[in-house]
Every structure is written in structure tokens, then in C-alpha cells.
């Protein structure tokens, strides 16, 4: 999707990120100081996924409508914070000590206790260079789409770009990629 500098989008999607790092700030600066402190995270629930897509494979319409808006909110969410993470750790464009100067905060703030505050529970940083744009690209599809149908493919669509890294797989939805793995040959028996 092609965005010009003028659409609404782009503009929700700035919003949503700026909104992200004021949230990762807070968080980060409450739970510093306690040791092995970790940055809360949502996943989607991988047996009302299966459950969705299997309604949606059986009956070719989405039944469970409010259970795909969670999970779109939870990919925008996770996509938005992994852009944070990315970019108060340092591994993107973006000067980590100047987003902490603009916030108010002493330059370097955000260091190497900044990465323990992001690892998941198997010590992986929560960032991406890889994957974030892709993702990116389909949060402003997400942000547009004009029914539980399309979003519910566009969560299909983020979950498999995830799927390629384990560790991304298991920072969006429960299992991670054994989910996605058993989900994914569960459809093909579904199909068959």
C-alpha cells in the first residue's frame, strides 16, 4: 500500500506510534529499577484463532467479528511497539537520545538495561529490522479495511510474515510458530 505524506492513514499510523512510545517510556521508567523486569506484551489467543478461521473456512463468513477486532488491536499494537523497541534500542535510524531528549529524559536512557527490559522470555530483544515494514505496510491495510472478512485475512497475512522467525511468531500469538505450524496443516486437512 502507497501512502502519500497527506492521507489520513499515515497520519493514524504517526499518531498510534507516538502514543506507543509514551506508553514503552512510562513502562520502562516505572519498572527500571526492578530487577528482571520485563515490558508487558498481548498475543492473539491461538485456539480462537483456529477457531475463527475454521468458522470462516466452514461457513465463508466471520462469526466471532468482535474476537477479530481484538486481534487486529493486538497485531497494531505489537507492530507499533516493536517499531519502538526498534528504535529506542538503537537499531534503526532513529536516535535513541534524542527521543529521550525530546521526552524530557537524560540521553542514554535507554541502554543496555533497556534491552533486558525488552527480551522476551527466551531472552530475544522484542525489535525487527526484517520483518517491521512489511508489517507496517499491512497495519495501515488493517487501518482501512472495511470488514471482519478483510481483517481477518490481513491477520493471516501478518502471521505468516511472522512465522518465518520463530521468536517473531511467538511475539504475536500463543505457541508461536507451533501454532501457526499446526494451524496451517490443520487448514490443509480442512481443505482436502
Do not use: C
Not at 489467543?45 to 462469526?63: A, Q, S, T
Not at 533497556?114 to 505496510?137: M, T
Amino acid at each position: 500500500m502507497s501512502l502519500k505524506l497527506d492521507d489520513p492513514l499515515l497520519y493514524r499510523f504517526v499518531e498510534m506510534i507516538d502514543d506507543e512510545y509514551e506508553a514503552v517510556i512510562n513502562e520502562w521508567l516505572e519498572k527500571q529499577d526492578s530487577v528482571g523486569a520485563r515490558q508487558s506484551w498481548r498475543l492473539i489467543p491461538g485456539e480462537r484463532y483456529r477457531k475463527i478461521l475454521d468458522d470462516f473456512m466452514r461457513y465463508g463468513f466471520v462469526r466471532d467479528e468482535a474476537g477479530v477486532e481484538k486481534m487486529v488491536d493486538i497485531v497494531i499494537g505489537n507492530v507499533a511497539r516493536l517499531h519502538v523497541n526498534t528504535d529506542l534500542s538503537g537499531h534503526s535510524q532513529v536516535d535513541p537520545d534524542e527521543i529521550a531528549e525530546f521526552h524530557g529524559l537524560e540521553p542514554e536512557v535507554f541502554g543496555e538495561d533497556f534491552g533486558d527490559f525488552i527480551r522476551d522470555p527466551q531472552g530475544a530483544w522484542r525489535i525487527s529490522d526484517f520483518a517491521l515494514k512489511p508489517l507496517e505496510n499491512i497495519v495501515f491495510e488493517m487501518l482501512d479495511a472495511p470488514d471482519a472478512r478483510a481483517k481477518l485475512l490481513l491477520i493471516d497475512r501478518a502471521l505468516q510474515i511472522t512465522h518465518m522467525r520463530s521468536d517473531l511468531a511467538s511475539w504475536f500469538i500463543e505457541g508461536g510458530a507451533n501454532t501457526l505450524t499446526f494451524i496451517f496443516h490443520y487448514g490443509e486437512e480442512l481443505a482436502a
